[in-house]
């Protein structure tokens, strides 16, 4: 190697760290692994103000959603989506009877989201709302409404000993 090439080589910049990769950067084309059943994330909603991202997970026909929150702990859930009708957004009621389950509101938010893949308000961004409840067992409600239209699940709180990054698409 000459010596103007050791120079060159002395005088160039070092390539960008890429960003360390960790759950809430998960994204569409990834896997992941939630209670052993293995899906694709096929896609990922994400609030602008919170430090959460919501997935679409696809695990053959079935569709499923997890939901992770940053607090001073990792908080995971796993969602299904239920059939419901709600009238108005301003009739969302703090509590809720649900197949003999009683839930109670736990937070309820706004936020402008971003979103990438199959999601279920495929908008290309724009206000969500969301209210969250929980059960007195491990059960949870969530509702979300934007542009007039909403979407009910029914889910569970996951350990996060049960969550499992397999590899990623990018």
Same mark, same amino acid.
């Given at each position: @190697?000459?010596l103007?090439?050791?120079?060159?080589?002395l #005088?160039?910049?070092?390539?960008?760290?890429?960003?360390?990769? %960790?759950?809430?950067?998960?994204?569409?084309?990834?896997v992941?692994e $939630?209670?052993?059943?293995?899906? !694709?994330? +096929?896609?990922? +909603?994400?609030?602008?103000?919170?430090? /959460?991202v919501?997935?679409?997970?696809?695990?053959?026909a079935?569709?499923?959603?997890? %939901? &992770?929150?940053?607090?001073?702990?990792?908080i995971?859930?796993?969602?299904? $989506?239920?059939?419901?009708?709600?009238d108005?957004?301003d009739?969302?009621? +703090?509590? &809720?009877? #649900?197949?003999g389950? !009683?839930y109670?509101?736990?937070?309820q938010?706004? %936020?402008r989201i971003?979103?990438d893949?199959? +999601?279920?308000?495929s908008? /290309?961004?724009?206000?969500l709302? $969301?209210?969250?409840?929980q059960?007195?067992?491990?059960? #949870?409600?969530?509702?979300?409404?934007?542009?007039?239209?909403f @979407?009910l699940y029914?889910?569970?709180?996951? #350990?996060?000993a049960?969550?499992?990054?397999?590899?990623?698409?990018?």
């Open positions: @190697m000459s103007f090439q050791r120079v060159k080589n #005088l160039k910049k070092p390539e960008p760290l890429k960003p360390e990769r %960790s759950v809430l950067t998960l994204g569409p084309g990834d992941i $939630v209670s052993l059943v293995t899906y !694709q994330i +096929t896609g990922r +909603t994400r609030p602008v103000n919170r430090d /959460a919501w997935l679409t997970l696809r695990d053959g079935d569709i499923r959603y997890l %939901s &992770i929150e940053e607090r001073e702990r990792t995971y859930g796993l969602f299904s $989506v239920i059939d419901g009708r709600l108005s957004v009739e969302v009621p +703090t509590e &809720i009877e #649900l197949d389950v !009683q109670y509101l736990d937070e938010f706004y %936020s971003l979103d893949g199959s +999601t279920p308000f908008s /290309a961004g724009g206000d709302h $969301v209210w969250n409840y059960s007195d067992g491990r059960k #949870l409600l969530r509702i979300e409404w934007q542009n007039g239209r @979407m029914e889910g569970e709180s996951i #350990l996060p049960d969550v499992e990054w397999l590899r990623g698409g990018s």
